[in-house]
């Protein structure tokens, strides 16, 4: 393991590499800059600007100052907030986001993973078309259509919960709700898949056949092989969780990392755009680890190779 473990990470760093040479060119290259707002500001004042943050080197020496920088854990100055920087932006800001994925990741697997399961062993009954039709709802109806919609009817008219923010425990149901129900389809119909697939297996008929009850059968010898491709599936699940809050967060107005995000590539914020698409990134690397770790625990055939 410590060998997979030290070859995956030795693969990870020309990987993060390309995507930190790529979003820092796409971003320069990319019409206007962090001082071309709404608010005009004199050439003269501009020139200062850009000489005290180092944008008026040569493009090539800016490339290589900012990864010397992040050799050092620096992910620099923000442009938009000047008494700020990017680290101080995001230890502030990823708290939320985590709070946001990891409540979202619960609903995913709280209503995914018993509605696979019972989609299987209830195979071609009522409560397997019940099951199959909601994952498939989920799978259609797209997070910025389901969450106004449910702001429409729970926040506004009913007022059950608040339509925006981040403040009460309650403020974390819709937005859970909309972006954990995404990847409960997902997880619903993987579940039913792979438990169909295990459930057919000729050491499920010898335990049936053995006396073992429905019960022990599927969730003591079915439900470990049947989880396979759910846990094959959370590696990019909870990267698409985070991202997904992107969205979510500008929805529901949640002060988390992935609006500040949104807000940064409107403002040109480079530094900021950089610092969050580097932790994202080094974010899904570590989890697809975790989830190749988990793989080969679940299942004794795989090998750490």
Known sequence: MIRFLLRRLLETIPVLLVIVTATFFMLRFVPGGPFTSEKAVTPEVRRNLEAHY???KPLFQQYTDYLG???????GPSFKYSNRTVNEIIADKLPTSLELGAWSLLVALGLGLPLGVLAAVKR????DYLA????????CVPTFVLGPLLVLVFGIHLRWFNASGW????????????LGFYYAAYVARLTRGGMLDVLHQDFIRTARAKGASEARVVFKHALRGGLLPVVSFLGPAIAGILTGS??????FQIPGLGREFVNSAFNRDYTLVLGTVILYASL???LNLIVDIVQVWLNPKLKFE
């Open 246 to 251: 992107f969205v979510i967060e500008t929805i």
């Open 167 to 178: 403040y009460e425990p309650i403020d974390r149901v819709l937005p859970s709700l909309v």
């Open 54 to 56: 180092g944008l008026d």
């Open 69 to 75: 920088s992040l050799l050092r854990g620096d992910f």
């Open 124 to 127: 071609n009954t009522w409560l």
């Open 132 to 139: 199959s039709s909601t994952a498939m709802i989920g799978i």
């Open 284 to 286: 899904i690397v570590v």
